[in-house]
């Protein structure tokens, strides 16, 4: 039974030979281009790092160059496993798009290291067209109207400000002390164009003529790092 175990995890140590290995390897730099010209489709803005979608390309690579040598060895197979998982863990994700790239090179490296060329070319194919169609998708920008008014305007800042965007300002703040008040409203920036289109005067110019605002400040807040 030990025996049976042991060459079970052991598994074949058979070499591969130069013309079967450069093939992998060639076919995987070619996927790997593919995932880098998907990323650098999907990821327009600051937000793209070009020294991350180059380590794509060399990661595919390095993969299917280390599953090659594995094989079906299943010990080294678990090593496998937990270097990968270093890997996508020590990673800084600046998106929650790039796990996705990360795992993709990962397993397109792992198809083509143990020469499954068709699951990786399918499979490739098909995670690039999802991400050429839905990787440039944005949420839409949330915009923060932040007011600190003297105590005594407390009531005309709500009024105005629900008036101005038609009750489509949510107010997410207000903190208030014996001799002001601070709000925080929460608005759509399509809100936010339409409601200036359609007013004469910017938020900003109406909440100062009332008197007594300390300041105004309009932060857009967006999920992603970039736009």
Request: include cysteine; proline fraction near 1%; glycine fraction near 8%.
């Amino acid at each position: 039974m030990k025996e049976q175990l042991y060459n079970l995890l052991q598994g074949s140590t058979s070499v591969v030979g130069l013309e079967d290995m450069a093939l992998r390897v060639v076919v995987a730099a070619i996927i790997g281009l593919a995932i880098f010209l998907s990323y650098w489709i999907s990821h327009a803005g600051t937000i793209y790092s070009q020294k991350f979608n180059i380590n794509l390309i060399t990661l595919t690579v390095l993969t299917a160059t280390v599953m090659a040598v594995i094989g079906n060895n299943i010990a080294l197979s678990l090593g496998m496993v937990g270097a990968l998982s270093i890997v996508r863990f020590r990673t800084a994700i600046k998106d929650a798009r790039d796990t996705t790239y990360i795992f993709w090179a990962i397993i397109a490296g792992i198809c083509c290291g143990v020469a499954q060329f068709m699951a990786a070319a399918v499979g490739s194919a098909m995670v690039f067209i999802i991400m050429l169609v839905l990787g440039r998708v944005r949420n839409d920008v949330r915009t923060l109207v932040i007011v600190r008014a003297a105590r005594t305007q407390e009531l005309q800042v709500e009024s105005l400000i629900y008036e101005y965007f038609r009750g489509r300002a949510v107010q997410r703040v207000k903190n208030t002390t014996p001799e002001s008040a601070e709000f925080m409203f929460e608005i759509s920036k399509g809100t936010l164009d339409r409601a200036q289109r359609r007013a004469e005067r910017p938020i900003t110019e109406e909440l100062y003529s009332m008197g007594g605002i300390e300041y105004v400040n309009i932060v857009a807040q967006n999920d992603e790092i970039g736009s």
